[in-house]
């Protein structure tokens, strides 16, 4: 029985750190989550991206994979989970602390459905690892996130073999209380680690299977930095061709995403027969071995890597993106009362209106409206309604301001009054927009983003952006 | 049968502190100030106040929850004390309490006292929606950035699309309504702004919220208000020349403004509905006719230029030719913000809408010193709190 990737999404953030920032020093571009993002926010974005027209409902797992998760204790798959809207029958799983969780998270997914305990697993990677400032690392850091949807029908990437290795070694590592990513020494760390451990799992799958690098149409490998990346490709004896672009200079070294966002890169452009190998590393490392299916020509449409891409804003200046990581305390521009912690009891009750982003439609008039309504707005039916679901839902502005006063870290503060394409209308705080663009009519979609921090409890509510791609 | 509350109720005393930035006045201080001058006006002694209305809005600040603060502080005398609260139109909503409170016939002698201590929170303006509380627990989850300036500069964004007003035509008749109550301001000795600003100067002004600048809002302020009233046929028992009460409503939002996409979000429903049933109740047919002045919540110039089409006095998308003619100006044919409304008087939240009243007040007795008009007979207030699609307005007719 083929068992495989049968959907895929990716999520890259808009802002970018590059040569046009000032203060940034390297030539390099690269993805920043904004201050109202974080891993699980960018994952519930790939979650969406990948289950677009697929019934949610049949999603029996969602494995999500985190070297920055936003809490230490306490399942934020759970909270992707219910952003994505999949049903409570669902096992989710975290899988964190090491760069190769996004790949044994594909390995366990591909293992719950051969072993029968689900029929589909979404697995999710997402990192927004903060590289101390001016270290090694800042240029290359990246963040950003991708699904990949497990299964055993309609299989589009197949999974024909793959093997793992576990090594332990303090190579690079964050401890607990730990902001930064730590590393020994460069020679320690590429050549006894790297260098070393990666082309071996690699060759163990590759004879095995009795191939050899020209039998891969697409290998797609972990590399700290695009130097390590054309190092390993030519050690392993790939062409340029073969390679995968790594997307270094644009995106950056997405950490536990890294691998998955690389794979669904490639899958963008393959096509059927392909043989795909993917290589990720991190305290071991593990490979897969893929086929590409027919079946990839009919999710062509899933916003990857390729929509995201060239929809962007360079950063005007290191300041900003120093602020919104915390490693400046700056003063705000205008002096404003504290927000309040929210009430975990009436966060849990309002769930389905918040993180589901359900309104109600009524059953006698049709009409959607959101927040949900027990009495129809339009024809006043009482409890004739049913969830409706506006998180995918498309919308328009209607009208709008730029809020000088509001609290944000990236003003203006824009607020709109947002109508949904089918019906609805709700009050929208707008996020990752040019604020000298706005129009009323504008195109808008949804994104779950966090609004706020209070005293350690992160709020999540969904607000409205251009629409990307 | 219902007949509503035209010619039931007579106020016979009012009083009003000045508004302003007070740091020397505590809670205390004002309401004791507002309260003396009350009484004094009305010619009666505290003992005969049998019941009273407060009405505060901040409710952790100024003078916290409950009545004790206040009935402590003017040692009431064990009398019933309620306090009420409904967003900025709290204080229309101390003064309902009383006029219903004796038009039941319940009480002969009820006292309204609306304060605020705003310059105690720290901040410019009201907090954001998240810490302001409008929808409790939940405005801290889904809006907690919605602040009051950028709630209504959404209306001006949408009425000037609506109707056709450039950017810039848009932003220039609101700068003539806010120069024009900056006017008015120079004449009151209680506002709390006292300057002349020209239009040049409200356009130029820093923008706090698209096209809202700083002389496009009201003033943030502290101050104390009150009133004594008693049934109609006591009145003239008091004094020559009580106020009566015409009409007192209030219509709050029900939710289809902001839920119906058919909301054009150039209008507020509320003062729509609450002015029609004003009318109704006060027998008015024609209001551009037979309403001689006015004081309307004015906390953004939008929200003025608004009331005059939705209080029916001016046609729909077309209150801008009023305002270019000078209609609501001090000498225009129904002045409005005749103190200075609340961008020049200031804006203490609970004392607001009992401050308007006192303008028509003095005005009806021929009391109003520099900004006196001649004979006015019929005086409207109205009082706002929310935001455009999800408020609370209040609407009141005083008269002769």
Known sequence: ?????????????????????????????????????DSI???????????????????????????????????????????????????????????????????????????????????VAADMRVPQP??????VFGDGAAALLIGNSEVAVHLEDSCAVSHEMLDV??????????????????????????????SKLLDKNKLGPKDISKAIFYAPDSRRHREMAKKLGFAETQVQDPLF???????????????????????????????????????????????????????????YIESKRILPDYETYAVWRGLIDKAPPTRRPSLRTPSPSAMHREESKNLRFYGSKCKRCGYPQYPPQRVCTRCHAKDEFEDYRFSDKKAKVFTYTHDRLGPTLDPPLVVSVIDFDGGGRMFGIMTDRDADKIEIGMPLEMTFRKFYTSEGIHNYYWKCMPVRA | ??????????????????????????????????????????????????????????????????????????????????????????????????????????????LALGVEKLKDVGYAGLPESGNLNMEGTLGRFTSPARTAPGAYAMMATAYFAKYGLSPEDGKRTLAKISSKSHHNGTLSPKAHLRREVSVEDVMKAPIIAWPLGLYDCCGVSDGAAAAIVTRADMAKNFRPDPVYVKALQIAASSGEEL????????????????????????????????????????????NELTQYEDLGISPRGRANEDVDAGFFNLDGKIPNEVDGGLKCFGHPIGASGLRMVYEMYKQLQGKAGPRQLKDPKIGLTHNMGGTPPSCVVAVGIVGL
């Open chain 1, 134 to 139: 001016r270290s090694e690392f800042e240029p």
């Open chain 1, 173 to 202: 590592w964050r401890a607990v209380g730990d902001a930064f990513v730590r590393t020994w020494e460069d020679r320690f760390v590429i050549e006894e680690g790297y260098l070393k451990i990666l082309p071996q799992v690699i």
């Open chain 2, 259 to 302: 839920l119906y996409t058919d909301y054009d979000y150039a209008h507020v429903e509320t003062t729509y509905r609450a002015g029609i049933a004003a009318y109704r109740e006060a027998g008015i047919k024609n209001p551009r006719e037979e309403i001689n002045m006015m004081e309307t919540h004015d906390c953004f110039s939008i």
């Open chain 2, 1 to 110: 049968m219902a007949e509503g509350i035209k010619d039931k109720v007579a106020i016979i005393g009012m009083g009003c502190t000045k508004f302003g930035e007070l740091w020397d006045k505590s809670p205390e201080d004002l309401i004791v100030e507002a309260f003396q001058e009350t009484v004094e006006d009305a010619g009666i002694d505290k003992k005969d106040i049998q019941a009273a209305w407060l009405g505060s809005h901040l409710d952790d600040i100024s003078i916290g929850r409950g009545v004790i603060v206040f009935s402590m502080a003017l040692k009431l005398p064990f009398i019933p004390a309620t306090r009420t609260e409904n967003f900025c139109a709290t204080g229309t909503e101390a003064l309902r309490g009383a006029c219903y409170a004796v038009a039941s016939g319940a009480y002969d002698i009820v």
């Open chain 1, 1 to 37: 029985m083929a068992i495989g990737i049968t959907s895929y999404g990716a999520y890259v953030p808009w802002n970018r750190l590059g040569p046009g920032t000032n203060g940034w020093t390297a030539r390099t571009e690269r993805a920043v989550a904004s201050f109202d993002e």
């Open chain 1, 249 to 307: 200079s644009t995106v950056g070294n997405t950490g536990t995403a890294f691998a998955p966002m690389m794979l669904i890169a490639a899958l963008e452009q393959a096509k059927a027969g392909d043989r795909i190998l993917l290589a990720n590393y991190g305290n071991g490392a593990d490979a897969f071995l893929f086929r590409v299916t027919e079946e990839i020509e009919a999710i062509r449409n899933r916003r990857g890597i390729q929509a």
């Open chain 1, 41 to 123: 926010t960018m994952a519930v974005a790939a979650a969406i991206n990948c289950l677009d027209g697929l019934p949610r409902q049949d999603v029996g797992a969602l494995y999500l994979a985190s070297t920055t998760p936003p809490y230490k204790e306490k399942s934020n798959a759970a909270t992707v989970s219910v952003a994505a809207d999949l049903p409570f029958e669902t096992l989710s799983m975290d899988f964190a602390d090491s760069l190769r969780a996004g790949t044994a998270a594909l390995q366990a997914a591909i293992d719950a459905v051969k072993g029968g305990s689900a029929k589909q697993v979404l697995l």
